[in-house]
């Protein structure tokens, strides 16, 4: 597996595995790889012949308040990683590279990008969708992989896909999770053992809502609420920023859970925020008939 | 020749050239076509072996107050000078295959979109580039042709091209004109015909700003100011909406003419505003020593 640091060597290199009629995919990561991203990493190369796996830290999607300068840089250790899950090749770009002198373009995804983590990200998603946008036409990927733990990041990757017909398939890859359920994110080493002791209550909050769900609770606010209360308790070094119960695709709030809804919730401790969701599925009664 | 509506259709045809080994050429239009836009279509065919041409009246580039109801229609007419200029394919997708329901997505080149036609234009230059990067990953072409007379529009196009790392060839063609100098443009139509007499001063006031280059004046105010007083004389009935003189590249206003430079203008007469522009090159003194 090779490195490969600029555009044009990534176009050579893709256009090289293209020409023998290969299918190529994508998967874009900031770095700082764990089970999640090795899980995209083997998804991608069932769905593609040849994987190539960006690592780029992007400027771009974190706030001036936020976490870049001391964001966990590994390369060497990621390489590995990438090798290890059956990454083809790994595409390391610097920041100038993807941000010239005079950049000035962006895309944006009104509409998608107001609520759960855009409020308290403000410019976040339009750095996300700006940079996959140019990584989608540096690489020119026929399958791109995303992480369902981002949720809201997936369904902006795949709203601007659409919006802007670019000829990519987008598959979403469902959240990898340690043995007492916390999601796996390259913030969680962050964590105190404190509040690594209290995290994995983001899940048992999204394992309630479904409980409620089954036992046939439809009130979006009252199971909100329940989950909140929850999460005071069991997370009490925490601060809940949002718990959400959002349509699937367009990501605007429901007020009853009819069919399919996406619960997602943000929680920020002392030394790191963490977000997790779930779908929650209405099963819909039996007919008499059947 | 023949004409598609769909991107489904479009992507099918194109795909089909490509994979003879075609080099594909994109002339992106908004139909009422002229021989400017002839002319683009003969320049995309010297560069390409297949030239679509797409005309779509994007109401993302109209502002509220603008010409979209009453711009001139005609795909018969236009297809038809299509064929006479060599076009392979004309590509009319309609507004709802365009834009579908909760279409949300949009592309700004900041920057890029401040000063000349974007003053009193808001929100014109984002359709553009919106409408131009859908279309260049509907179509997928080698190269694109666009006109000098929209110069703002080439420099925003070739700027969104360059930072979203879009794998397309931009050409800017030159100005095509009419006999006494008016830059050819669909909005020549509406004119009555003492604004149509008065018209050729957006022209004079360029050759104008020319003479006083080649003449040794540098300073770009005294030759605007030269400018606005030929336009207040020669086209009474329109008033100047701006004269710029700028960066090729940047846009950004210059104060001395050193090297290259573009001079721009609008004017606006009663029944259409009109757009103008040329290069300024400063001409270097021959060394002594040559």
Redesign the interface.
Known sequence: MHIVLT?RQI?SAVAAQRKRGKRIGLVPTMGALHQGHMSLIRLAKRKSDFVVVSIFLNPAQFGPKEDLSKYPRDLKGDTAKCRRAGADLVFAPSVSGIY?Q???????????TEGLCAASRPGHFRGV??VV??LF??V?PDVAVFGQKDAQQAAVIK??VS?????VEIVVAPIVRERDGLAMSSRNAYLTPAERAQAPALRHALQLAKRLVKKGRRSAEAIKREMAKMLDIEAPLGVVEYVEIVDNE?LKPVRRIDGKALVALAVKFPSARLIDNTVLQRLMPVPTWA
Chains 1, 2 share one sequence.
């Open positions: 555009i176009r010239p005079g950049f000035c373009t962006n895309v944006t995804v009104e509409g998608l969708a700006t946008c140019k036409n540096m020119q709203r601007m919006d802007l017909n670019l000829p367009n």
